[in-house]
């Protein structure tokens, strides 16, 4: 440990006591001993706080010994002459004058410290910065630069430094800021003695009021460009990953929301379950309404990739000229309008379940692709030649014999027995009429929900009419007049008369059986039309001779098919 210097003061009034304050912070000063004659002087208390010895009477003092210095704080003649009669030879004497010096000279070399501490601290951050940075003074003295003012300018300090800026770069923007005594922003330039273009920012160096020079803060286009470039590379992932999340979307069905009990539907129910737990291809065949799509969304949702995504594909509903990029997605000005690349609802797809619905109308270029990527799991997007592999399982559904059409040329046949690895063929609601009363009653459960009712149920004769019903539309046709019904009625229980009164509801006729309401003769046309369909079934055979039977060609009778949906 360091000897430390062994002090006294006297007098310790308020001269004492400032020189009391500053030396007990020094470290290599030990207070021993301080003495006035006055108990209450403002360094007496102090003192004591501190628990520095205190005395009252100089003879006491001279009793210490070992003291190196004694700081005569009091001024006054006759203690000055005491102390230096009695004190111990080696001990020094400094007046209050000398004493008061010395304080001066220890916050002198503090102050000195301290800016030290804070010149170091400048250096470091100015050798860190990425930012070229060159310091003049007022009369354009170039008084330093950074590290990086060399790295972007290739000059070296000692070569810049000492040179005038107005000689060396008079253009620059540090050598305006020294003109007009103000800031300058984003100035674009090429450095005097390179043959760097930097964009840069200068500022007046101010003084106490006074400028005493500028600095200039400045970086190379190039490294702007550069982080420019940077920057739309992270924006394309960005808008990448945005679409990605609005488009990607999950199933919203389970096997849980599916109602039939019925054997015909139950084995397909069966089927679908035992279907779900492999990775095969699945067709889902069946008429419009069946319940094809929530199949598939149930499918997924019971399968290994339901945290994945599934997306729908209505090969139907997306235009011709679109379906191939809707499918594979696109590369940027792959044609006109494609303003930037876009993923393909394969690609989003990836690791979950495509389910590409009315399979049937996709056209046969498409078909041809589509088989390819069922085969090698693999594609290009439109105008990309980059190979894309994904790992994909395939939901197809189609209300079209796609056998039938294969056998016609419409539909490639090999890409059908590639689709139809598991066939779903899902009933139609005539043939499992036994499971309406099941959806009736959830329906009831669903819309008294939707529209704040309290229907309790049907009804024997409503429920009777909708059991007599052929239901075209099958559930989804079912669901529509359950609606609407529950919308108008006002009563708990929905009586037959809330059927017939739906304009849209489409009265049974059966054969022989008298017409007792009127009706539009587009609606009877229709019920003729259903009558004679299914009298002589549903084949082409069947169709000619519906269409004989009805008077109509076979033609007529295709175009009204088709206008009835
Ligand atoms: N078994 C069922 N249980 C409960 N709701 C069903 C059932 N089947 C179908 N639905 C409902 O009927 C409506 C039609 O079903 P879905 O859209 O799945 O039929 P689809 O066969 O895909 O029709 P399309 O061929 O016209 O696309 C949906 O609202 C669906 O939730």
Redesign the pocket.
Known sequence: MALKVKVGIVGMGQGGASIYKTLRSIEHIEIAVVCDCSETAQGMQLARLDRVKTLSSLDDLFKITNLDVIIEATGLEYVREQINHYKENSCVVIEAQGANLMMHLIEEKEKLADIKRLKGELDAILNSVQEAIEVASIDGNIKYVNPSFSRVTAIPAGQRIGNNIFEVSPNGALARSLRTHEAVFAHRAVVGGADVEVVANASPIVVEGKMEGAVVVFQPLTDIYKLMEQLKASNRVIDDLQTRINQISTSS?TFD????SHPE?ESALDLARKAAKSNSTIL?T????????????AIHASSLRLDKPFIKV?CAAIPETLLESEFFGHEKGAFTGALKTKLGKMELANGGTIFL??IGDMNLHLQAKLLRVLQEMEFERVGGSQTIKVDVRVIA???RNLLQMAKQGDFREDLFYRLNVVELG?PSLRNHKE?IPA?VH?LIAKFNRKFGKHVKGLTTKAEELLMQYEWPG???E??NVMERAMVTVDEEIITHKQFLNLVEFPQTIHHGQIIDEIMPIEQMEKHLINMAIERYGNAVEGKKQAAKALGISLATLYNKLKTMG
Do not use: M
């Open positions: 069905y929301d599916i109602i039939g539907f889902i069946g008429e419009s309404g069946t319940g094809k799509e929530l199949f598939a969304h209505n619905d009315e559904a189609t209300n899902l499971d959806y959830s099958n559930i989804r079912l669901q």
